[in-house]
């Protein structure tokens, strides 16, 4: 089999046998793709820190005929996490980057779009600094995945809701106007809403040392992460941390 090339982000290792590692990486060129890399544990020459979860490299792997696993040949290590000073929140948040690209993405399947914003905003989570790129990351892995309700009209009337305030429930699929919430609803601030369409029109840099309000960033959060959890029909791991954290 050809020796295969991409740019790639380490999404999850796990032991296999004595000294191999399972890996997942999702790589602009193929999508997720899992692969075992041989000696791993053991030898520092071709992976050495390159494995480390979020590390963005240039892999190089062999699909192996008759098996789902790659054979993972070496990682160069483009743009590593550990580079920049980690405390518990910024690892929490590329945790939540990572547990997002390995739920939403089906192995082997192109998304060129994601793996840009995934690779941009890794550059922006700082210490000190995540709640920004990672609303950014959510609310466009939603738009670009095709969940994303539209933010401007109320779904069950159609009422345009620009200038009149929004909410949300558990059990409904998008944002409605005020004649039709439901008790127990959210309300969605209009400047929360506007804060999206300027994420949907700017770079996740663009932001960068801006001061926003932790508020705004909480209900466009936690509108987006009961979006998630609809489609996936359960809540994730790094959620519940990132909301111990807000």
């Not at 979020?54 to 054979?71: I, K, P």
């Not at 000073?85 to 399947?109: G, I, K, Q, T």
């Not at 809701?161 to 409904?172: G, K």
């Amino acid at each position: 089999m050809p020796l295969k090339q991409s740019e790639a982000i380490v999404l999850r290792t796990y032991p296999l046998r004595e000294a191999d590692l399972l890996v997942t990486l999702f790589t602009r060129s193929e999508g997720k793709v899992k692969g075992v890399a041989k000696s791993a544990k053991r030898s520092q020459k071709r992976f050495g820190g390159a494995l480390e979860p979020l590390t963005c490299v240039r892999a190089s792997w062999q699909d192996r005929e008759g098996s789902e696993l790659a054979r993972l040949d070496s990682c160069d290590v483009l743009l590593s996490p550990l580079a920049s000073p980690m405390d518990y929140p910024r690892c929490v948040a590329l945790a939540h980057v990572a547990e997002m690209l390995d739920e939403l993405m089906p192995d082997r399947e192109t998304n060129d779009g994601i793996f840009r914003l995934a690779w941009s905003v890794l550059q922006s989570l700082e210490e000190g600094s995540i709640w920004l790129p990672v609303t950014y990351f959510d609310l466009w892995t939603l738009r670009l995945m095709g969940f994303l309700p539209p933010l401007d009209e109320c779904i069950e009337c159609g009422r345009p809701l620009a200038s009149q305030p929004a909410w949300f429930h558990a059990q409904r699929d998008g944002l409605v106007c005020e004649h039709d919430r439901r008790p127990a609803s959210t309300a969605l601030s209009l400047e929360s809403r506007d804060l999206a369409l300027r994420m949907f029109r700017n770079p996740v840099d663009h932001f960068s040392g801006e001061l926003l309000p932790t508020s705004r960033l909480a209900d466009l959060r936690k509108f987006l992460m009961q979006i998630l959890v609809r489609h996936l029909d359960r809540k994730l791991l790094t959620s519940t941390q990132l909301e111990r954290l807000d």
